[in-house]
């Protein structure tokens, strides 16, 4: 980092791996991987040569006050060769676990594009998209495979890679109308969702414990009101609850450092249904 704050992302990454033979690239993140409530969202948005310069302003979507990713969405919509938005349910998290439901909302996202790109910029340090069944010799015992384009992953790409930052805003802002507009529905206010967008906030822990989990909610993770005895309960607290109550809260969160944290205060590893 430099002394004048952290360095803007750039296309330096992406006009590398187009020079190495990857012509047309897809930059890939997501967001509500670590909500208790609400879909797992995942953005995509693909370049290449003739995409120049990404608009002015384009960084990691956690950097970026609410109304600042809203006016980006348009230029970044106009600047990419493509773009789309995929999503995983709760219902959907419930039944595949957590990691099958980012390749589900990856794969929707790419489908979605109607390009399919060369090569596939995940942020962090783990390829969710590609299938197991996808890598070495399973990929030819397989039939029904999903045939996903080559990834390559990248720690902090959001911050590195402007195709990257410009995907983490199409998918946090879409993520975050579809939270406001269920938790402005009389069924799902109590929770709080147009504030914590579902997150582990502290007043949405409350509403856990006061009303219970909803059909929205992500049910095979221990939630507060889910377990008659509180010893041992866990829930999924996301960077953002831990840092600041909301959400919204502009500074350097990292997605990849999600983990469940016991109420009591000790850490678990495990997400209920793969203990």
Known sequence: MSPTGPRRPSLRVERALQ?????????????????LAGPVT?????????????P?????????APHARERMVPRIERWALGHAVGHASADEIDEIGIIAALRLAGCRALTATGIRPDLVILDGNHDWLTSPEDVGLLAFAHENRVDTPPVT??????????SVAAAS????????????????????????WVENKGYAAPEHLD????LGPCELH???WRLPGTMDDDDGMSVRMPPEALGSSAPDAVGPLDADDLYLTDLT???????????
Do not use: F, N, P
């Open 169 to 192: 805003v199409l998918a946090k802002v879409v993520r975050d109308r579809i939270m406001v507009d269920l938790g402005a529905q009389e069924a799902y206010s109590g929770y709080g």
């Open 19 to 35: 020079r190495d033979g990857h012509r047309v690239l897809a930059g890939m993140d997501e967001v509500g991987r670590g909500a």
């Open 207 to 210: 509403a856990l414990r006061r």
């Open 218 to 220: 992500r049910r095979s």
């Open 42 to 54: 995942v953005g995509v948005v693909i370049i290449d040569e003739s995409c120049r310069t990404a």
């Open 153 to 162: 992953t990248m720690i902090k790409a959001d911050l590195k890679c402007s």
């Open 265 to 275: 205060g000790t850490t678990d590893l495990t997400r209920v249904g793969e203990r």
């Open 56 to 64: 002015q302003g384009v960084k990691d979507s956690k950097l970026l």
